[in-house]
């Protein structure tokens, strides 16, 4: 199988923002921390606080747990709950961030030059990285990444990552039926050729 690295949210070291109004854990940084071009990260948002500014970024933001957010861009507000398709918008907006009941955890793909994407996974049916992508899968739930006789299993809240994806027909296998079970990511280096 081509080279994977699996991330679990909870090995993944958690960095309390400057306002205190919540952490985040970073579970992939692309080629690297400081000069990244993606950027996979889950987040606990505790308090009512706006988004940090990311100018030049393209972001795609999705609830794991919670009640609820909504978002505040310049007057024009997006409610958002745990199995909504993700939300895609423009980093450097930096939205006003709402509670609706409480604490949320969320799940962002960040993609400065180049293009990406985020999908939810449709039980029983196939994805495909694009060809000259980096790809994998955020699973929500415990289960199994399959591709042909490839299969790897994962546990909850954990990122199977390739920079050099395998071809084929991807599915992800629940362990347990549930709403909103996991994600594609995908991200094309700029410069690449699909």
């Known amino acids: ?25 970073e579970l992939l940084a692309w080629p690297g921390p400081t000069d990244w071009r993606l950027r ?19 972001r795609w933001f999705t609830l794991l747990s919670g009640e609820g957010v909504a978002l505040d861009f310049a007057g ?8 909504d ?7 450097a907006a930096a939205p006003g961030c709402r509670l609706m009941g409480g604490p949320v955890r969320d799940l962002n793909l ?4 180049g293009a990406g994407g985020m999908a939810a996974v449709s039980p029983g ?12 899968l955020f699973a929500r739930v ?6 042909g006789d490839q299969q790897q299993s994962l546990p909850a809240l954990s990122l199977l990552w390739f920079d050099t994806p ?19 990511l995908h991200h094309m280096p700029q410069g690449a050729t699909p």
């Open 1 to 25: 199988m081509t080279t994977a690295r699996t991330i679990t949210v909870d090995s993944a070291p958690a960095t309390p923002w400057r306002n205190r109004g919540g952490v985040t854990r």
């Open 40 to 58: 996979i990260s889950v987040a606990d948002i505790a308090a009512d606080s706006p988004f940090s500014a990311f100018p030049g970024v393209r």
């Open 76 to 83: 024009t507000q997006q409610t958002l709950s745990p199995g």
């Open 85 to 91: 398709a993700p939300l895609a918008f423009d980093g």
């Open 110 to 113: 960040m993609v400065r030059g």
């Open 125 to 136: 049916a196939i994805w495909q990285a694009p060809a000259g992508a980096q790809a994998g």
């Open 142 to 147: 415990p289960g199994r990444w399959r591709n």
């Open 166 to 184: 395998p071809p084929g027909d991807w599915r992800f296998e629940p362990d347990n039926p549930a709403p909103a079970t996991g994600w594609w």
